[in-house]
Nanobody, 124 residues
């Protein structure tokens, strides 16, 4: 079992920034594709961003493209989501996920491991 632990969530004003972190257990982090998803109250879980095992390939949901950046530090077993220009609509629980085959994906069901989530609340 690979454990993923998100951190960095909190309360922020619209227009502000947060950086989420997802720390993974073990020494095999560099072999995982990683993703960020979010779930707002009353909504289905939706794709936010994904990154390949090498960090070379990245994709973003249209709603966050240009505002946010995903990156990883394999030496620290950590993937990050830098969230700038936050909007009220970004309020959600954010989940980190890992994919064993190392590829990127926007499909939640394709991920093998999930963190517990971290709350991001953006005041308007």
């Amino acid at each position: 079992q690979v454990q993923l632990v998100e951190s960095g969530g909190g309360l922020v004003q619209a227009g502000g920034s947060l950086r989420l972190s997802c720390a993974a257990s073990g020494r095999t982090f560099s072999s995982y594709g990683m993703g960020w998803f979010r779930q707002a109250p009353g909504k289905e879980r939706e794709f936010v961003s994904t990154i390949s095992r090498s960090g070379i390939i990245k994709y973003y949901a249209d709603s966050v493209k240009g505002r946010w950046t995903i990156f990883r530090d394999n030496a620290k077993n950590t993937v990050y989501l830098q969230m700038n220009s936050l909007k009220h609509e970004d309020t959600a629980v954010y989940y980190c996920a890992a994919r064993s085959d190392g590829s990127y994906s926007s499909i939640a069901n394709s991920y093998d491991y999930w963190g517990q989530g971290t709350q991001v609340t953006v005041s308007s």
